[in-house]
């Protein structure tokens, strides 16, 4: 791909994918510091990257997933705000590998079905590799909120998957703050 068309195809984004965008950065940089508004710019690109999803990716399960995250946003801040009591932070933790490995199967074999279901009722694009992403990525954002050191990994490996994802279903910008 040449850079003019990269160009000509990311300009041609509207402006809720910009919003999702931008938002999305923020909700990372602050994720980084650790600062619990972070969830606030997590709530606003997950509702522009929901909508898209549904509407002009054929995303189906992720959009899902980011209705999951607006909701668990609000959950996350709350856990945040409350892990500060006495100026202390949250402490990090690291939970064991045979845990990962359990979940891991867990929704591998849990994508099936689901992803059965949205490619035959949904017409869902990607039907198992959305589904499978949308289940690991439930879980990882259960360790971003119990601020397990894991979450970091699996989010890279999820979110290297995705970037193809949006780029095949011309979701430029979501491809970028991803890869980002």
């Not at 990311?10 to 931008?22: K, N, T, V």
């Not at 990257?49 to 399960?61: E, F, N, R, V």
């Not at 209705?67 to 939970?95: A, E, H």
Request: glycine letters at 8%.
């Amino acid at each position: 791909m040449n850079i003019s068309l990269l160009y000509e195809q990311i300009s041609g984004q509207d402006a809720l994918e910009w919003i999702g965008l931008l938002t999305g950065v923020i909700y990372v940089i602050l994720a980084t510091y650790e600062k619990p508004s972070c969830w606030i710019f997590g709530i606003i690109s997950s509702g522009c990257i929901a909508w898209k999803s549904l509407t002009d990716y054929g995303l189906i399960a992720d959009a899902g997933l980011q209705t999951f995250y607006i909701v668990i946003g609000v959950i996350g801040l709350w856990q945040w705000i409350k892990g500060q009591t006495d100026g202390l932070k949250k402490p990090v933790i690291i939970s064991p590998w045979k845990q990962h490995l359990l979940v891991i199967v867990g929704c591998a074999l849990m994508s099936w079905p689901l992803s059965w279901v949205l490619i035959h009722y949904a017409d869902a694009r990607y039907g198992y590799i959305d589904t499978l992403l949308t289940l690991l990525s439930v879980w990882a954002t259960i360790l971003l909120i119990r601020k397990d050191l894991h979450n970091w990994v699996y989010w890279i490996l999820i979110d290297a998957v995705y970037v193809f994802l949006y780029w095949r279903s011309e979701g430029y910008l979501f491809a970028l703050l991803i890869y980002w």
